[in-house]
């Protein structure tokens, strides 16, 4: 597609339950990156994907979060067990392999959990 | 510990003007810096990525400047326009070229 595609475009979750959101990236970009933005704050790292390899997980806040790209291509990020510390933008952003590039990023996701 | 700093306060500045938004950092020694710009609503944009041996880059009506001895990047907006305003990020790349991103300074150019 033209650009980064990510679904839902909101999502509100009550406490407990499980979320998946989804991240289209721009058809052939290997490198995919997820992120998290609170309100008033700059985006921070939660994981990195190369291709179909999750070469950076370090940012992920507890292990109630997972992300997979099993093709390569479309990722999912996880939540189990929402907690209402989860409130956040999710965003999704791939790029090209080599590091001198800039990222495309999605309108993100905004989840809510109440 | 490492940190990224830009101004939390935003800067408000008359249409015509030059704005400029600075991004300070510490224990990094980043291969390259990034500015984004950021509407409310939407993700990040990139605007312009500079190397570390690199003093300075422009496109259009930005300039960006680096300077790793003072651990400082500027950016500059010429000519501001009421469509220029947003909240802009700076970000390092480090390790596997992963973006660190500042929390970002909102702009607001006035009529």
């Known amino acids: 597609g033209a650009g980064v595609s990510q679904s839902p475009r909101y999502k509100v979750a009550k406490r407990g339950q499980d979320v998946a959101l989804r991240c289209d990236p721009i058809?052939?970009?290997?490198?995919l990156f997820w992120y998290q933005q609170a309100l008033g704050q700059g985006p921070e790292f939660l994981t990195y994907f190369q291709n179909e390899a999750q070469l950076d997980k370090s940012g992920l806040p507890s292990d109630r979060f997972f992300a997979e790209r099993p093709e390569g291509s479309v990722s999912t990020l996880k939540i189990q067990r929402t907690q209402q510390e989860d409130s956040a933008v999710y965003l999704c952003?791939?790029?090209?392999?080599?590091?001198?590039?800039?990222?495309?990023f999605g309108s993100g996701t905004r989840l809510t959990v109440v | 510990s490492q940190k990224i700093e830009q101004n939390s306060e935003a800067l408000n500045i008359q249409e015509g003007k030059t704005a400029t938004l600075t991004c300070n950092y510490t224990?990094?020694?980043?291969?390259?810096l990034q500015w984004y710009r950021q509407d409310p609503g939407r993700g990040p944009v990139f605007l312009l990525l500079?190397?570390?041996?690199?003093k300075e880059k422009r496109k259009e009506r930005l300039k960006v400047t680096f300077d790793t001895t003072l651990k400082q990047s500027l950016f500059h907006i010429t000519a501001s326009q009421p469509a220029d305003s947003a909240t802009y990020l700076c970000a390092l790349v480090a390790g596997y070229s992963t973006l660190t991103f500042g929390k970002g300074t909102m702009l607001l150019v006035s009529p």
């Open positions: 058809s052939g970009h290997v490198s």
């Open positions: 952003a791939s790029s090209l392999a080599s590091r001198e590039v800039g990222y495309t």
């Open positions: 500079i190397r570390e041996n690199e």
């Open positions: 224990n990094y020694s980043p291969a390259y």
